[in-house]
């Protein structure tokens, strides 16, 4: 019996090593209650693009991917998608690398460890801020083109709402080269990056 135990306890770790490398992020269970009333987060929504330079810790990273993209029923999200395509993919940018959120999994994938500062652009608040939000649709799962990026609104109003409900700044942010950061994610020819969305601690 205990050596069932143990043989058990050996292949569960071996499957959770296969899912998380050592490189990926496997993040908090996140918070889903709390947080200030509705009324008031909306009334504080704004952008802010002057930054501490301060990270956000694992918890409040955790809470804020939920908010923006996590599922809140078994195959549905916090956000809707025309035709439920689901055809949005966030990315992170930190200072360690560019991640997939894998919202099932609730971890960062390291997708590569080159951050693309340039072709994210604005560095003015990106070089402060603790991470960018890159909104990334794959334009042949969706409904329309069009759709990618009235979809990708939601997700990015959900991160002010979470930012504005925690006190964390957020701006979201079309001034990206869009092309160049395609590239450099090395994305498929049916990816665009739909906007970005610089988030961190307020100064
Ligand atoms: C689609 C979109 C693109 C934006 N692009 C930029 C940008 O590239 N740089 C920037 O500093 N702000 C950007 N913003 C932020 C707007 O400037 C900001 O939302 C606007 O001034 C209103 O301010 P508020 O968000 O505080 O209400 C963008 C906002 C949206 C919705």
Not at 27 to 43: D, I, S
Not at 64 to 90: C, H, M, T
């Amino acid at each position: 019996m205990k050596m069932r135990k143990i043989s058990l306890c050996v292949i569960g770790l071996f499957a959770f090593a296969a899912i998380v490398s050592a490189q990926d992020i496997s993040l908090p269970t996140p918070v889903k209650t709390g947080g200030k009333p509705l009324m008031n987060a909306l009334n504080e929504r704004k952008s802010i693009k002057t930054f501490s330079g301060k990270p956000l810790d694992q918890q409040n990273l955790s809470n804020l991917l939920w908010a923006a993209y996590g599922f809140n029923r078994e195959s549905k999200r916090v956000v809707p998608s025309s035709e439920n395509k689901q055809e949005i993919d966030v990315y992170v940018a930190l200072p360690t690398g560019v991640y997939f959120y894998d919202a099932k999994a609730n971890v960062l994938k390291l997708h590569q460890a080159e951050v693309p500062k340039a072709s994210i652009s604005q560095p003015s608040v990106t070089d402060v801020a603790a991470f960018t939000l890159i909104y990334v649709a794959n334009v042949d799962k969706a409904s329309s083109r069009e759709s990618c990026y009235i979809d990708t609104g939601f997700l990015v109003q959900n991160v002010y709402l979470y930012c504005a409900s925690e006190g964390f700044g957020s701006v979201a942010r079309g001034s990206f080269k869009a092309q160049q950061l395609q590239a450099d994610l090395k994305l498929g020819a049916n990816q665009i990056v739909t906007l970005v969305q610089a988030v961190g601690v307020p100064k």
